[in-house]
């Protein structure tokens, strides 16, 4: 078993940022080594306990989906070796779970794909009929799947915000219609090509978030993660036909039994405010989440 991260401590390299998943350091002027720790974070709050795998379980799906969508939009990876540029005492933080990537003028903006009705983009629906401003037709059910995938972009917010979600002309005012319509169109074709591999692999991607960033030629750069189940809704194909018919939400790879435990716990008497500190996870509820994550890499690579 590989060591667990939970903080990473990369004293040979400056420290950029502290995500709520990933610990970014510079190297040098023009790359970046991302190191995803085993952090896990519900309802925008980081969990003090590690899921154990975690953090390679989703550099492994990351670096699977980028070898497969090349094709549509370069990526931000450098194709060197993490390892090869922190101290030997340092490799284990590093080994299996870090990118060596470009540094890129980040685009402030989530690139958000929907391809079913689910979470935030079906109470929505409920209430107005479409989602960030794209209409939708009448009659849809939780879980179903839209005519179309549809782009619902988000706002980046500080660490500890909610993501705010923005219709399309905000992402226009925000950085000019050229740029917003190439975004849409590459997010569009990533989730609808990523969406049909993983249909193969018995699996449905409902909805999923890209994020972009310009090189130095101007060029349009996938970054951060992609298409792990931190970024994307991922359901098995079986049990969907029956939570449709339900109208519930169908079982699903990712943190769900966090959130679920988060909602029930009592502390004091009292629900849990989700404001930090987290109450403490028991082992149960991160061994479950850990499978799950193996059990989605396993499918989907496998």
């Known amino acids: 078993m590989a060591t667990t991260v939970h903080t990473s401590s990369i004293q040979s390299l400056p420290l950029l940022a502290r995500g709520k998943v990933r610990d970014n350091y510079a190297v040098g002027e023009d790359r970046i080594l991302m190191i995803a720790s085993d952090r896990l974070s519900a309802f925008d709050v980081i969990m003090g306990e590690p899921i154990p795998g975690k953090g390679e379980i989703l550099t492994k799906m990351a670096l699977w989906w980028f070898d497969r969508l090349g094709g549509i939009c370069p990526n931000h990876l450098t194709g060197e070796a993490p390892e090869s540029v922190v101290r030997p005492d340092e490799v284990a ?6 990118m060596l990537v ?4 980040p685009i402030p903006v989530e690139a958000v794909v929907r391809g079913y009705l689910a979470g935030s983009g079906w109470k929505e629906y409920q209430a107005n009929r479409e989602v960030c401003g794209v209409p939708l037709p009448e009659g ?9 995938a549809i782009f619902t972009p988000a706002a980046k917010a500080a ?17 000019g219609p050229q740029l917003a319509q190439q975004i849409r169109e590459t997010s569009i074709a990533l989730y ?3 969406a049909e591999i993983a249909l193969q692999r018995g699996m449905i991607i409902a909805d999923t978030k890209f994020e972009f960033g310009l090189d130095e030629a101007g060029q349009l750069v996938l970054m951060d993660e992609v298409l792990t189940p931190d970024s994307s809704r991922y359901w098995p194909v079986e049990g969907y036909e029956e939570a449709l018919a339900a109208g519930t939400n169908p079982p699903s790879y990712d943190k769900q039994f966090v959130r679920d435990w988060l909602e029930a716990v009592r502390i004091n008497g009292k629900p849990w405010d989700k404001t930090p500190p987290a109450p403490r996870l028991p082992n149960e509820v991160t061994e479950r989440t850990a499978a799950k994550y193996r059990e989605a890499l396993e499918r989907l690579t496998g």
């Open 192 to 194: 609808e090509t990523a």
């Open 140 to 148: 849809l059910v939780n879980s179903a799947r839209l005519p179309r």
């Open 159 to 175: 660490v500890g915000e909610h993501d705010e979600n923005i219709s399309y002309e905000r992402v226009v005012e925000m950085i």
């Open 93 to 98: 933080q590093v080994e299996g779970r870090s």
């Open 102 to 105: 470009k540094r890129l003028k």
